[in-house]
């Protein structure tokens, strides 16, 4: 299933009816008419929900869709707002046109497209949850999660899967098939844009503020071969990692 995750800096003003205001017009298109408050289970015309975001002075939502989920949420520890659109994107077409809707925004700082399967395993370290799910996890790399007695468990150390995601200060280490980056989330981390466009393998599209970054031609789904070849490069040309 293809997912979507954007990032705002702290400079987005009146953040949550700004960003929902934004996907008004995409989401349209799924023709719901209704939708749930995931916090409250209140039920909400789609037509309302800006108002309603507005007259309750939100920070943060979770609106719920017949298929999928729209979630805003402020990570206060990093100094961002995250938006998780998860099973509304039946394409990468789609998904890009919903991201399409929010990168003109001027606390936009990246986005990326990926496959929730992947992701959730790439960044899987309980071990407890590969049992119950029956995934064999013998052959994966383990530690200790640091924590002291009785509380120290062992876990799988994902910090090598080209898959992975970080949460930093102000931004997320995570990488995409199709991504795209804000100019200023480039001056932070120190990349050189013209370096990034002169990648042989990625296609990378100045788009005024920002980049996007074709590094592949479907959401990645292994961990293996050229697909994690590119997720390596990626890392290391946005990240330096």
Known sequence: MVEIEVVFSERLRDCASVVWGSLIQPLKKINESAVIDGFTG??????????????????????????????????????????????????????????????????????????????????????TLFEVECVEHAHLPKKSNGLPFPLTQEIVDISKNPGRWVLRNGYIEAVGAFMW??????????VD????????????????????????DQCFTSAVGEQAERQVLLRKFLFNA
């Open 181 to 190: 980056v804000s100019k200023s989330l480039l001056q932070v981390v120190g």
């Open 42 to 127: 209140k039920r909400i015309l789609l037509a309302d929900v800006s108002d309603y975001l507005i007259k309750n002075k939100c920070r943060s939502f979770f609106i719920e869709l017949a298929n999928g989920s729209v979630e805003f949420s402020y990570v206060a520890d990093k100094a961002f707002y995250r938006l998780d659109i998860k099973h509304l994107a039946n394409s990468i077409e789609v998904a890009q046109s919903l991201i399409e809707a929010l990168i003109d925004e001027s606390g936009f700082v990246q986005a990326r497209i990926y496959d929730a399967e992947y992701d959730r395993w790439q960044n899987a370290e309980s071990l």
């Open 193 to 216: 844009e013209k370096t990034l466009m002169d990648v042989d393998c990625f296609a990378v599209e100045d788009l005024g503020g920002g980049l996007k970054i074709a590094a592949y």
